[in-house]
């Protein structure tokens, strides 16, 4: 009964904020489309923070040169085509006639300026770092140029979310300069924006809601979205974010738990969408904080101490595949005979070889409204600690609202931290110069390695691998990479997340959806009641 009275009252508190706008477009006949996500994007600075929560912003409100299709396939966005002119140019021609929310026009100017910046991102910089310059030919034409050969030039192009560069030019009333970026801070652009999307932003409550009302000289005429008013509402509680869209408080919901699945699944007047996911959920070992963790053979006892298969088939009910690499089938640098290790036998041997058999104690910390599977992520820290005592180790864990955690994961605030990560570039690469490069703070390379980790020799072997553009050898060098990742055990793999996305039947939500977790809503279509 109590349970239940919180849940309520979770429901209540949650959905408070959304009668204002419903009561407030009862008349309209524009249609309106409410949607839940787990949480708020942290900023509006889209370059601020690499994290889906920004990428989705960033296909409401702007528009990439490419985008990914859902056969994973690029097409034309601001960029209509694109040519290789050598081995380290690409050239992209630009679309005519796009508006930016200001009233400014779209030119070749705004994509440099916007190179420009992401290469100066803490988050973005690693992946633009092959890119040395961008060149304006003329005001439709930019020319992207690499120091070297780089196979994946135009992947980098699906994160090119070109900036109104006159809009963010500049020092605001406040004296601030308008293309500052700060990190969890008061800048001008994590407060205003200018894009050329689909949707502009006609008010913001940080953490609370975003209203947004179609952009009236959007360019893509040939897009069938219908949607004029769209009303963005974190609900961090999952049962709170299902029992809203149940109750028709809001039409679109994401992500949805595996414990509900079933339940959606079968519920009336609810569309239901799953995909198998590539994001890779693991727990980094900081050998920053914890001397032992130096030790290759402790990080291996680890390894082979937590049974992935167990946490993935009775935790999580199946709702995602254990994991022995960061690489998911179907990836370059995928080796398919890595499979999960649980062997408790050998994990108590190599504990003893290295001088640990009495173990010792770390602190664990993850957020609980990230992932999909949100609601179990203390009894994921749960398991995990209760298999990790097998080999006399004691974890103490603390999990924390993701606003919360990001903060902390920055200043690598405990001995394990969970991380999980989809390639940014759909590619095996993205994994390793995120997670396992030797962290750089210039080049931003090794950003979200909060195992502090360094092996020159395996960055080498990315860093070949990014220069070679036969696949076949690159996907070697990339398995090979893999292959020593996973015998050196900087971290513990532990499952690839599937994801699932629900909505009310009359929005047609599957032909938006892919797998890279972006919904393209300003394509969404929904039907009159």
Known sequence: MRLTTILLGLLMGSLSLLPLTCAAMADDKSTLLRVAYDTDPVSLDIHEQLAIGMLQLSHLAFDPLVRWNRNLQLEPRLATDWERLDDTTMRLHLRHGVTFHSGNAFTAKDVVWTVQRLKRSPDFRAIFAPVERVEAV??????????????????????????????????????????????????????????????EIVSRQPGTRIEFKRFPKYWDDDSPGNVDRLVMTPIAESATRVAALLAGDVDFISPV?????????????VKLVTMPGTRITMLQLNEQRVPAFR???????????????AIAERLLKGFATPAAQMSPKGYA????????????????????????GDG???????????????????????????????????????????????????????DMMMMGWYSDTGDSANFFEYLTFCPDPDTGAGRYNASEYCNPQIDALVDRANLTT???????????AEQAIHDDAPFIPLYWQNLAWAAAERVDIAPVLNVMNMPYL????????
């Open 360 to 414: 010792f104690s770390v602190t664990l910390m993850a957020p609980n409204n990230r992932y999909v599977n949100d609601a179990q992520t203390a009894q994921v820290a749960l398991a995990i600690a209760a298999m990790l005592a097998k080999i006399n180790v004691t974890v103490e864990f603390e999990t924390l609202p993701k606003n919360q955690y990001w903060a902390e994961y920055d200043n690598r605030a405990a």
């Open 257 to 269: 738990p595996f414990s509900a699945v079933q339940r959606l699944r079968h519920a009336d007047g």
């Open 522 to 529: 300003g394509d969404v279509v929904v039907r009159s009641r």
């Open 470 to 480: 036969r696949p076949d050898a690159r996907a070697q060098l990339l398995r090979q």
């Open 333 to 356: 640098g995928h080796v398919s005979t890595l499979t999960p290790r649980y062997d408790l036998a050998r994990a108590r041997e190599l504990m003893r070889d290295a001088g640990y």
């Open 295 to 309: 030790d290759a053979r402790v990080r291996r006892a680890f390894a082979y101490a937590v049974n992935q298969t």
């Open 138 to 199: 003329d005001d439709f034409t930019v020319d992207l140029r690499t120091r070297q050969p780089y196979p994946l030039l135009l992947n980098l192009a699906t994160y090119i979310f070109p900036m109104d560069s006159q809009f963010y030019t500049g020092t605001s009333a406040k004296g601030q300069d308008k293309s500052e970026i700060v990190k969890n801070g008061n800048s001008f652009a994590s407060n205003h924006l200018s894009g050329t999307g689909p949707f």
